[in-house]
């Protein structure tokens, strides 16, 4: 008999705490979701829920070089935004991919705050993309566009409340990262003579 009543409320503790940290689902217009995040100690529990957004795409842009000369600029267009392990990350197909996979990011990344980059969601008091511990993976191809070339850039990160022992959530690009790859190789090809 006595060990049904410390089975019962053994069951509840953790169907509730699963239940507390399980993500709702994604709203098909907005691509939302909400996830319950909680934290505590002997003192008590905090629970804090946060607003994700996941738009994972492939931006493209046509840049005024050469797809070889658009190449060849990548890697130091991302040093430039603060991305110093670029690397050739995949040749597969004859597609050359440069970029960084699974880089680990807090708060900043090349003096900018995360949160121009991406968005993981919002919390009351702090802004997840400039709080919890991100996973970084930004890449981008060329292949050739007319006169140019066209630029194939990807961002994807997730994000982890460093303080808590929560699933990640999914952030996804503002744009700016992307925008900023190929404004920054516009502006090689206006130096270049």
């Given at each position: ?7 019962v409320?053994?069951v509840l503790?953790l169907a509730g705490?699963?239940g ?14 909400r996830?319950r995040?909680q934290s505590g100690?002997?003192r008590?529990?905090m ?6 957004r996941?738009h994972a795409?492939t ?5 005024p070089l050469?797809?070889?000369?658009a ?5 130091d267009?991302y ?6 392990q670029v690397a050739?990350?995949?040749t597969?197909g004859?597609?050359?991919t ?13 003096g900018?705050?995360?949160s ?7 919390a009351p008091?702090h ?6 511990d991100v996973n970084?993976?930004a ?8 006169q ?6 990807l961002v994807n ?12 959530v999914?952030?996804?690009?503002t744009?700016v990262?992307?925008s900023?790859v190929?404004n920054?190789?516009?502006?090689l090809?206006?130096?270049?003579p």
């Amino acid at each position: 008999m006595r060990k049904s009543v410390v089975a019962v409320p053994l069951v509840l503790t953790l169907a509730g705490a699963l239940g507390a940290c399980a993500s709702t689902p994604r709203n098909s217009e907005t691509d939302q979701s909400r996830v319950r995040v909680q934290s505590g100690d002997i003192r008590g529990t905090m629970a804090l829920d946060v607003e994700t957004r996941n738009h994972a795409a492939t931006v493209n842009a046509e840049v005024p070089l050469t797809a070889v000369a658009a190449f060849d600029a990548l890697p130091d267009v991302y040093r430039r935004l603060g991305i110093t392990q670029v690397a050739v990350v995949d040749t597969s197909g004859g597609v050359y991919t440069v970029g960084v996979r699974n880089l680990r990011v807090h708060g900043s990344i090349g003096g900018e705050p995360l949160s121009k980059y991406l968005d993981c969601g919002s919390a009351p008091m702090h802004t997840p993309a400039n709080s919890y511990d991100v996973n970084l993976s930004a890449t981008s191809y060329v292949t050739p566009a007319g006169q140019g070339s066209t630029v194939h850039t990807l961002v994807n990160a997730t994000a982890r409340d460093p303080l808590t022992n929560s699933p990640p959530v999914e952030c996804s690009s503002t744009g700016v990262f992307e925008s900023t790859v190929s404004n920054m190789l516009t502006h090689l090809q206006a130096q270049t003579p």
